[in-house]
């Protein structure tokens, strides 16, 4: 008797099965950067690297006293947390964002990445369904809506959607690349956008304590919401505003009975935030000093960065807001990205978020004040 294996699919640690799921994702854009960074690292002086969001600064001494204060934890954490953290970010939201909103529309999340990728999948996303994002933005928009087979859709103008197909609608103020910020009325019409289809709209804040030329607004804002957060959801991160990239300290707001579902999901998935890093978040969000004493630290070299990058021939597009500054020469990106990596200054070319940027590099100005100082050397300031 014989047994016809070959009509089997593969067991999901199977190889084969492995290359199925990596063809439904793009490359991942950092892997191309490598040769680049090779080149800079060999400078003389050694590397710049502006191509990555990346806090270098001290994690504020009042939540790495919080962190190690929760130390003695031994039993599992919740996923929906304390009452006292949900209550903090619902505080945060109230004073920071002016939104109207109670410790039952608020879930900690592990890190705003893996909500961003995997959210679709969680809310029940499949084939038939689009999710769309902006023409330029965060590639993890766009793996989130392959990773459950949904299909992913860029825009400039929610106006040219499909709304029988839309079902999870992306917003990205400050942008992540561009810095770009959109406008109270720009988030309402998307906002009536969304709720004329029947889709969700996420709005990913992640940097909105950042912004520079524009004051960043969120969409839960009674004036951008109508005073109903309704088919809404806002993300937020602590990994920029506080440097805690390291301690994976998040969460997402709004529409209360898809918080709810989003809790009873994740509680089977055991998605849980550390019981340390809930309690350092809570530090975090009451302290607003350590706040500004990081958003000075960034103007600074903001200024310094894009007064060398303008002598040296860039033209700085949008970039009111967030930790970068999108910058063009006018010519391919990995041209650019070539040039400064002689100088060993390494960007990111500016089609890692789209094919609209290929003429773009995105320059973080998370660097020390001792590497932005060299930056502005080498471009001959």
Known sequence: ???????????????????????????????????????????????CDLSVGTPVDPVPEVIQKALAAATDTPGYPTVWGPLELREAVAGWLHRRVGAEIGPQAVLPTVGSKELVAWLPGQLGLGPGDQVAYPRLAYPTYEVGARLCGAEPVAYDDVAELDGSRVRLLWLNSPSNPTGRVLSADELR????????????????????????????????HPEVCGGSHLGLLAVHSLSKRSNLAGYRASFVAGDEVVVRELLEIRKHGGMIVPAPVQAATVAALADDAHVAEQRARYAARR???????????????????????????????????????????????????????DRHVRVAFTATDERVRAVVERLGG
């Open 189 to 220: 019409r998307a906002v009536a956008w969304a709720r004329e289809h029947g889709a969700l709209l996420v709005s990913d804040e992640c940097y909105l304590e950042l912004g520079w030329e524009a004051e960043p607004v969120s969409v839960l």
């Open 303 to 357: 200024t310094a960065l894009r007064g060398a990058l303008e002598a040296y021939g860039f033209t700085i597009e949008h970039s009111e807001a967030s930790l970068y500054l999108w910058a063009t020469q006018g010519r391919p990106c990995w041209e650019t990205v070539a040039e400064l990596a002689e100088l060993g200054v390494l960007v990111a070319p500016g089609d890692f978020y789209g094919p609209a940027g």
């Open 1 to 47: 008797m014989s047994t016809n294996h070959t009509a089997r699919a593969p067991f999901p640690g199977h190889p084969g099965a492995a290359r199925r799921v990596s063809e439904l994702l793009p490359v991942f854009p950092w892997d191309r950067l490598e040769p680049y960074k090779r080149t800079a690292l060999a400078h003389p002086g050694g590397i």
